[in-house]
């Protein structure tokens, strides 16, 4: 079991950074692949980045590659989202979420286990 809490969610212009951290219990963070997704309002919750287990690999969605970067660290249970150069259309809630794999994953149903979500909203 993993339970996640995400927080640094917030208001912001546009052209500015936010700082998204979620913080996992459970001894067993460091196997599990983690990433952000996020869903705007009346919309489909998308994938945003993810990690796998020694942070050595990375994946972005093409909306956010070059201003976001994901990263963690194992000894804290944490894993964040730095957001750089926010746009109006990167306003969304922000969810954390840990999959029980290897392999960096953008797939929704690979991920058992979800945060509660941060909201983000930048304005223009």
């Known amino acids: 079991q993993v339970q996640l809490v995400e927080s640094g969610g917030g208001l912001v212009q546009a052209g500015g950074s936010l700082r998204l951290s979620c913080a996992a219990s459970?001894?067993?963070?460091?196997?599990?692949?983690m990433g952000w997704f996020r869903q705007a309002p009346g919309k489909e919750r998308e994938f945003v980045a993810a990690i796998n287990w020694s942070g050595g690999s990375t994946y972005y969605a093409d909306s956010v590659k070059g201003r976001f970067t994901i990263s963690r660290d194992n000894a804290k249970n944490t894993v964040d989202l730095q957001m750089n150069s926010l746009k109006p259309e990167d306003t969304a809630v922000y969810y954390c979420a840990a999959a029980p794999t290897v392999v960096v994953t953008r797939r929704r149903y690979d991920y058992d286990y979800w945060g509660q979500g941060t909201p983000v909203t930048v304005s223009s």
């Open positions: 459970g001894r067993t963070f460091s196997k599990y692949v």
